[in-house]
């Protein structure tokens, strides 16, 4: 461990002292939209009397415990940053905790990182649940009002607007989990047309997931709808038929054709209305080949299905339920 590398700056802009403070089982209540409050859990604090003094600062990802006898078992500062948190909750130097949260966090550095072609087999690599789940989000946020995602959908999908720092700050976060339904990472959606639109969290592999698919799985339908994006999904979704799974994109793994093989028996193609989306379809067709039946609903140029009505969504697929299931889908493009 002595000559593990370690960068300290990146550590603290890259892991949410949310995270850090999960990592601990330490339970705090929101004031405000960046500040939360409680009991404080450092092992320097001996007082019973403040039992309100732990603050932290979600945005600028500090704490700060104000017990006078707290304060003076750490030499007098009111507060610090998650390494310095860290520190004290293991009783460890500075670096030894950098290291400990570069281990626990997942925040290694890139180069730490094995390359996707020398990693042995899909299956043996799949994404790993998360340890922390973020609990500060705004599911008010107008973002996603704007977008006509209503406030049962957005409970119902956790999503909502991140304040805190890292990845995603400033971004609405959508929670993606795994077909057993475990959190496995969060997408960030740019809300304001930064580059790029969705971030992701390094190491994390889209082609191994479908989104929305423990849900789909929640209903038991054999038929299943398959679209390109998460607002897609939230709108078909919000339109009434919850067997609905995003590729997170306008092609296919391997590993995905398997999951949806596995589980359903029909497969409903709703990509974008546009080149890349027909393209997509044919290929998504060819690679589910005769394993599922397969059709592909046709929108207009221009149109995908985030930008549908829930009416326009129900008439679309309304018509899809008397096709015949073993149409070639290529000439229904
Ligand atoms: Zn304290």
Same mark, same amino acid.
């Given at each position: 461990?002595?000559?593990? $590398?370690?960068?300290?700056?990146?550590?603290?802009? %890259? *892991?949410?002292?949310?995270? *850090?403070?999960?990592?601990?089982?330490?339970?705090?209540?929101?004031?405000?939209?960046?500040?939360?409050?409680?009991?404080?859990?450092?092992?320097?604090?001996?007082?019973?009397?403040?039992?309100?003094?732990?603050?932290?600062?979600?945005?600028? #990802?500090? $704490?700060?415990?104000?017990?006078?006898?707290?304060?003076?078992? =750490?030499?007098?500062? @009111?507060?610090?940053?998650?390494?310095?948190? *860290?520190?004290? &909750?293991?009783?460890?130097?500075?670096?030894?905790?950098?290291?400990?949260?570069?281990?626990?966090?997942?925040?290694?550095?890139?180069?730490?990182?094995?390359?996707?072609?020398?990693?042995?087999?899909?299956?043996?690599?799949?994404?790993?649940?998360?340890?922390?789940?973020?609990?500060?989000?705004?599911?008010?946020?107008?973002?996603?009002?704007?977008?006509? /995602?209503?406030?049962?959908?957005?409970?119902?999908?956790?999503?909502?607007?991140?304040?805190?720092?890292?990845?995603?700050? !400033?971004?609405?976060?959508?929670?993606?989990?795994?077909?057993?339904?475990?959190?496995?990472?969060?997408? !960030?959606?740019?809300? #304001? !047309?930064?580059? @790029?639109?969705? =971030?992701?969290?390094?190491?994390?592999?889209?082609?191994?997931?479908?989104?929305?698919?423990?849900?789909?799985?929640?209903?038991?339908?054999?038929?299943?709808?398959? *679209?390109?994006?998460?607002? %897609?999904?939230?709108? /078909?979704?919000?339109?009434?038929?919850?067997?609905?799974?995003?590729? &997170?994109?306008?092609?296919?793994?391997?590993?995905?054709?398997?999951?949806?093989? &596995?589980?359903?028996?029909?497969?409903?193609?709703?990509?974008?209305?546009?080149?890349? !989306?027909?393209?997509?379809?044919?290929?998504?067709?060819?690679?589910?080949?005769?394993?599922?039946?397969?059709?592909?609903?046709?929108?207009?140029?221009?149109?995908?299905? %985030?930008?549908?009505?829930?009416?326009?969504?129900?008439?679309?697929?309304?018509?899809?339920?008397?096709?015949?299931? %073993?149409?070639?889908?290529?000439?229904?493009?």
């Amino acid at each position: 461990m002595a000559t593990a $590398w370690v960068d300290f700056k990146k550590l603290k802009a %890259d *892991v949410a002292i949310e995270q *850090v403070l999960a990592h601990y089982g330490v339970h705090l209540r929101r004031i405000g939209a960046t500040e939360l409050r409680g009991r404080c859990p450092l092992p320097t604090h001996t007082s019973a009397r403040s039992r309100d003094s732990f603050a932290v600062n979600i945005a600028r #990802n500090v $704490w700060s415990c104000r017990s006078l006898s707290c304060m003076q078992a =750490r030499g007098g500062r @009111p507060g610090g940053n998650i390494l310095d948190f *860290v520190a004290l &909750m293991e009783g460890c130097s500075i670096r030894d905790a950098a290291l400990r949260l570069q281990g626990w966090s997942g925040a290694a550095p890139e180069r730490f990182i094995v390359p996707r072609e020398s990693r042995p087999d899909p299956i043996a690599s799949e994404n790993p649940p998360l340890r922390f789940a973020l609990q500060y989000i705004d599911a008010t946020h107008p973002y996603l009002t704007s977008r006509g /995602v209503t406030p049962h959908t957005v409970r119902t999908f956790g999503l909502g607007f991140y304040m805190g720092k890292g990845l995603l700050r !400033g971004r609405i976060v959508i929670p993606i989990h795994s077909q057993s339904g475990e959190l496995i990472a969060y997408a !960030g959606r740019a809300i #304001n !047309g930064q580059e @790029p639109k969705y =971030r992701f969290p390094a190491g994390f592999r889209k082609s191994l997931v479908l989104f929305n698919l423990h849900r789909a799985l929640g209903t038991e339908a054999r038929t299943v709808i398959v *679209v390109e994006g998460f607002f %897609d999904t939230l709108a /078909v979704h919000q339109a009434g038929y919850p067997a609905v799974v995003a590729l &997170m994109g306008s092609t296919i793994s391997r590993y995905q054709a398997a999951l949806l093989s &596995m589980h359903f028996d029909r497969v409903v193609l709703m990509l974008d209305g546009d080149e890349a !989306g027909r393209q997509g379809a044919r290929n998504i067709a060819d690679t589910l080949g005769t394993r599922i039946s397969v059709s592909a609903l046709s929108l207009d140029d221009g149109r995908q299905p %985030d930008e549908l009505t829930p009416r326009e969504l129900q008439q679309l697929l309304a018509a899809s339920a008397i096709a015949t299931l %073993d149409q070639d889908p290529a000439t229904r493009m």
